[in-house]
């Protein structure tokens, strides 16, 4: 699992907002001064990433404790749904220029095209379809509910500093 230390900021009726610091590993680096990246990391003021997350605001934790503003939240993802998630993205549009750019070869080589450039074309329209694909995958309800952040642990505001420190 993927997990991020996350602040309540907002709670809602059925919905909480967490921020969480966006890090960057560029700053920690012995080449931060002389690589291109770390001139950018340096230069870029550090930003927050926020998210609205659907949360039953009645729920309790383990140890009976409501959620409340200012608290602490531990959100996580399966890195299965994540790889899964990637590898349809990268691949299905990789995969289809490939096969249209060869089927188009061979069309071509059949003399079905009279010119090369319609070869092309039909690879590029394979990769497009590869795109769509993809894109309907990943938009359809099974898939984008296995990629919505779980919250797995709640961190009372009066406790959040000392673990923030010791992270």
Known sequence: MIKELTNVVAINAKSITVTSQIKSTCS???QVDSCGSGQVAKALPQGKLTLTLPYDINKTDASGNK??????VVLALPEQDIL???GQV???PLLGLISFSALGQWLLNQQFFSHELFAV???I???YLGYRIAKYQQQSGKQSA???PKIIEIIPAANN???LLSK
Not at 67 to 72: A, H, K, N, P, T
């Open 90 to 92: 990268y691949l299905l």
């Open 161 to 163: 500093t000392s673990v």
């Open 121 to 123: 074309g039909f690879g």
């Open 28 to 30: 920690s680096c012995a």
């Open 125 to 127: 329209g394979g990769a």
């Open 84 to 86: 899964s998630s990637a």
């Open 146 to 148: 296995k990629l919505q």
């Open 67 to 72: 959620l409340q503003l200012g608290d602490c």
